[in-house]
């Protein structure tokens, strides 16, 4: 029990394109999702929490313009990178949790933008 | 602010050799103290929990001991497998704080025949 998944696991697109990331929960309803960015050999840094049906809350220093979360329903957020560029070429990961309970993560995407 | 620092890898060790991947913490309250792993290709899953100081968590033969005096959860296990071979993110969350998970950077551990 307890899988999250993410869609698509690698993209490619080019500079100035918006990419959409899926995250799910598969088994179970995810009252909270969390969206996380990894550089190569880094942490992982919390981008936004977002709660069903509410607006996402940004950590300090993330454009909320430039990645935009909706997490309409218990099983479903997305992330959109919007006007992407090299710089933003990254490992995102998301996870999701129910009630405050225990986060389980999916299994990250890469983004590539050319 | 808060943060965790664990020891920078790859460690590589032989089959059956005692691990440690040396945890420390910095963090303005009490928080609770977990181990992560992500294995090749999947995503990160719980593998051991502290909530409270001299707590010990354990889980497949892994164990970390919440040490407050030290700020530390160094992560032990007596003999390791090949199928250890995977990353490990020490973690904590502040009480109050949403739920939000502070990382360290990920120790990469790779067990050898």
């Known amino acids: 029990g307890a899988v999250v998944s993410q869609h698509p696991s690698r993209v490619i697109c080019k500079s100035g394109t918006s990419v959409k990331i899926e995250c799910r929960s598969l088994?179970?309803?995810?009252?909270?999702m969390f969206w996380y960015r990894q550089f190569p050999k880094q942490s992982l840094m919390l981008m936004a929490t977002s709660n069903e049906g509410s607006k996402a809350t940004y950590e300090q220093g993330v454009e909320k313009d430039k990645f935009l979360i909706n997490h309409a329903s218990l099983t479903l957020s997305t992330l959109t990178v919007t006007s992407a560029h090299p710089e933003d070429s990254s490992f995102y990961i998301c996870s999701a949790s129910q009630a405050g309970s225990e986060q389980y993560f999916g299994p990250g995407t890469r983004l590539t933008v050319t | 602010g808060n943060s965790v620092t664990q020891m920078e890898g790859p460690v590589t060790l032989s089959e059956e050799a005692f691990l440690t991947i040396n945890c420390t913490y910095t963090a303005t309250g009490y928080p609770s103290l977990f181990w992560y792993v992500q294995y090749p290709g999947e995503g990160l899953q719980l593998l051991l929990k502290a909530t409270k100081a001299d707590d010990k968590g354990s889980n497949k033969g892994f164990e970390a001991t919440y040490r407050k005096e030290t700020t530390s959860f160094h992560l032990e296990k007596g003999s390791v497998q090949v199928s250890d071979s995977a990353v490990y993110f020490c973690?904590?969350?502040?009480?109050?704080?949403?739920?939000?998970?502070?990382f360290g950077t990920g120790t990469q551990l790779k067990v050898e025949l």
């Open positions: 973690a904590l969350i502040l009480g109050g704080g949403g739920n939000k998970l502070t």
């Open positions: 088994d179970f309803q995810a009252t909270t």
